[in-house]
């Protein structure tokens, strides 16, 4: 069943206004479920973890209740889950857990697709460890990664192996359960960015056949809170850097400082909420989840097929809107036919015009986007635009409108003019 826009967008409160978002690549609007179990969380259940008291039970009750809900959204058990401030936080915190696993002679394997997210990391825990950096490229003219490039560094037989599931600045979706395959069969840990394909598509770490996964529940409709996946069995090899008499049983051994209680709950509303979309437009995702007993991998995976479904059409319509301007240079996949292999996220320049004075044009007509690199420095650099002050990116997402678009494309088409 398509979805009832009308239905999706009321519960957006941000979006009662006249504003089209189109800067969803850099933080999407919040769900009213998110904001409902937060501000009950904050009157009814705040307290701190552990004690012996009513409000202190039920707040600990409202952490597990989100752990598990993150483990059925990303495919996992509640005890892969660990929490933090954000997917950068959480990897810079993880790869300092995996220093010791790396030293001189090591390598690490880094893709120019990526946001630096998922490349300083790694730089940084190469340099401090001696360890060598092998860097995979993309090809420029539609943005996909040289996986060619990939299975000349595999040959080296790196330690570790980081790779976004899709570019934040091109839309491209990378092929992560044929790269994990490959890259388990040379002996390498697998760590995946899924910040960008979150809010687009189902994820599966089982299926993907990664180490560890890492996403920010803000990208999806909900609170700043970061989500990491890790292998049970590896959280329990790795030494967490924490205060002493913090909990040691994973994940929580992770999770440094009082934790963020309130996202917590903001983050069980937002699954809620995406749970609601799977039972009344899901569409059928193909293959039904396996230890699923209350049908929430089921219908999320039905809320990701119907987004998809939606915003196949959104990516078509901005494609549209972009082609019919004169001058305007589109990165990334521009084939119709291969649009399955990206979300709905392109990035562009219209001539000579600065990306920054496009976006101030369009704010002028209540249209955001964002201009510059949106931290993905190697894809800019790469493409010879990080000097010319980068591109203009627009991303749309599920409860974005085709008159949404058409307001862009008039908008666009004004400036352009100009």
Known sequence: MA??????????????????????PGGTQVVKNCLDRMLDYLIETNANHGGAFKTSRESDAVALQARQAAADFLGARADEIVFGANMTTLTFHISRSLA????PGDSIVVTRLDHDANIAPWLLLARDRGAEILWVDFHPEDGTLDL????????KKPKLVA??????ALGTITPVAEIAARARAAGALVFIDAVHYAPHGAIDVAAVGCDFLACSA????????????????????LSAYKVRPADDKIPVKFETGTPNFEAFAGLLGTIEYLESVGAHFGEDPGVVPENDPTGRKLK???????????????????????RAVPGIKIYGITDRARFDERVATFSFRLGEIAPRRIAEELDKDGIYSWDGNYYALEVTKRLGVEDKGGMLRVGAVHYNTLSDIERFGKSLARIAKA
């Not at 803000?218 to 090899?237: A, I, N, S, T, V």
């Open 3 to 24: 979805l009832d826009l009308e239905r999706v967008r009321h519960q957006f409160p941000a979006l009662t206004g006249e504003a089209v978002f189109l800067d969803n």
């Open 100 to 103: 010791p696993r790396i030293g």
């Open 148 to 155: 060619a490039g990939l299975d000349r560094a595999l040959e």
């Open 163 to 168: 790779v976004g599931y899709a570019s934040n």
């Open 218 to 237: 803000y990208k999806f409709f909900g609170p700043h809170l970061g989500l990491l996946y890790g292998r049970r069995d590896l959280l329990e090899e």
């Open 300 to 322: 999320l995976r039905r809320a990701a097929a119907a987004i998809r479904a939606h915003e196949r059409t959104l990516a078509s319509a901005l494609y549209d809107a972009l």
